[in-house]
């Protein structure tokens, strides 16, 4: 389960109640999507930290591998001065290649030839997901502050994270980087499939929230 629980998330996911309509409610959930999206940065990124760091140490490059650490902490310093939906997208997304350019550099150095893809796949998903969610604002304003609220509850996370068990074992997940974009993908399609079928079980069936579902898979897609 470790790849996919890496990637997806294994619950926690801390969002708050807002509603929808003036401009007041719009910041109110622009905050709140805010805020989600650094809750579930700081379980994404430390655990695709630990992927890396230690497939480096696998390889045998020790050195390179103690420096990334280091490496990732002035990354993520360097990507927090500036704010999402504050900062205009384009330049958002800019600031985040510009924030990565030295940590990507060092972790390609010290992965195996076939795994190099990954800090690139890994960098054009965080790019895809903030393309979403300036493009896809109008979408969840609508329905998605009705249904945020039931994310926290305790069995929603509980089958979320149930699905995720059972897709990594289905996919046989490792710690291990796959060996190609191809491979990793036959992993992580399956377990995408884990959140937009949450969505889809605990979010009222509108027309908004379908397509919100299938334009967060679409995300998802154009990264892979």
Do not use: W
Not at 5 to 34: F, H, I, P, Q
Not at 105 to 128: E, G, H, M, N
């Amino acid at each position: 389960m470790q790849q996919l629980k890496v990637l997806c998330g294994d619950g926690g996911l801390s969002l708050a109640n807002s509603s929808s309509g003036s401009s007041e409610e719009d910041s109110t959930l622009k905050r709140v999507v805010r805020e989600t999206f650094a809750g579930m940065s700081q379980q994404f990124l430390p655990r695709i930290e630990a992927t890396i760091i230690s497939n480096c140490k696998a390889n045998g490059h020790i050195e390179a591998a103690n420096k990334l650490q280091s490496a990732y902490d002035v990354m993520k310093i360097c990507i927090k001065k500036k704010t999402i939906f504050i900062t205009p997208k384009n330049e958002y997304i800019a600031h985040i290649e510009e924030c990565s350019k030295d940590s990507l550099t060092l972790t390609r150095s010290c992965l195996a030839v076939d795994q190099k893809y990954f800090p690139d796949f890994i960098l054009d998903l965080v790019k895809s997901v903030v393309n979403f969610m300036y493009d896809d604002f109008d979408i969840m304003r609508v329905d998605l502050p009705v249904c945020i609220p039931r994310f926290n509850n305790y069995s929603v996370q509980r089958n979320y994270i149930q699905c995720l068990t059972d897709t990594a074992v289905q996919t046989h997940d490792t710690n291990q980087i796959p060996t190609s974009k191809a491979s990793f993908c036959q992993k992580f399609i399956p377990a995408s499939y884990c959140f937009t079928n949450m969505i889809k079980d605990t979010c009222d069936q509108t027309k908004n929230m379908d397509q919100f579902r299938g334009r967060l898979y679409q995300c998802y897609e154009t990264s892979l």
